[in-house]
């Protein structure tokens, strides 16, 4: 495994180290991405195991529903404002932090744009990198959640993407 993954907000309140190697890393075109990073995507790096996170500090939590019910909960530096980590209650496991607050963002790369549907002309992102309509199909991604997790009515307005259904990675359960 390479160095841990370390960064936290603008002043420094709160810090996190992470010992483990990220599942996914992708910049989200949605809403909910836009409303908080304050312009055209957010960029993530998803990590498997919340044993593998030191945190240091108290983030400020902010639970928002997706469209689908399942609830993600956005962690913020209470005194600098910085958005720093996501969760998700139907992926307890999983732990996402905001690329830009890793000390050294250029560990970043993004390998896939999620809710491209959404996105502005404006944001213009690596042609290079694909993108997704919404979310791609979940398959082989550890610490999926098991089936009949976490309920039906997920994705509804999305096509059926194949066996894998409506299984999605990532940071956005919308
Ligand atoms: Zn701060
Ligand atoms: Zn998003």
Redesign the pocket.
Known sequence: MSKPYTGGCACGAIRYEISAEPIAMND?Q?R??QSTSGTGH?SYLTFPSREAVKLEGEARHWDMVGDSGNVKTRGFCPACGSPVYLTFSAMPDLFTIHAASLDDPGRYEPQMV??AVRGHAWDRLDPAVPKFERMPPMQGVANAPASGDPGEGRHAGAPARGPAGCRMVG??LQ
């Open positions: 989200c949605c909910d991405c957010g999620t809710y940071p956005h």
